[in-house]
């Protein structure tokens, strides 16, 4: 599903990894993303049902992509 903003510029066939998905800009940056038609990765460190909700309402919005627990710092 692409937004108004989306039509300039496409991210078909690209995959974003997005750490700190599950909240704030992190998520909002991974929404864009999706919303421009790439795969989306959703990292998150801690907070697993935090990130999950967030998941949850990404692919709500028919978007693609997968939810994965890992530090970005190690």
């Known amino acids: 599903m692409m937004d108004q903003h ?7 066939g690209k995959v974003a990894l997005v ?3 599950s909240k704030g800009l992190g ?3 991974a929404t864009g993303l999706g919303r421009a038609g790439a795969k989306v990765a959703f990292n998150y460190r801690n907070g697993q049902e935090q990130a999950e ?4 309402a990404y692919r709500a919005e028919g978007l693609q992509g997968g939810l994965y627990r ?4 190690d």
Do not use: D, K, P, Y
């Open 19 to 21: 750490t700190g998905s």
């Open 70 to 73: 890992a530090s970005a710092i």
């Open 6 to 12: 989306s039509s300039m510029f496409s991210l078909e």
């Open 27 to 29: 998520r909002a940056r």
């Open 53 to 56: 909700a967030a998941f949850a």
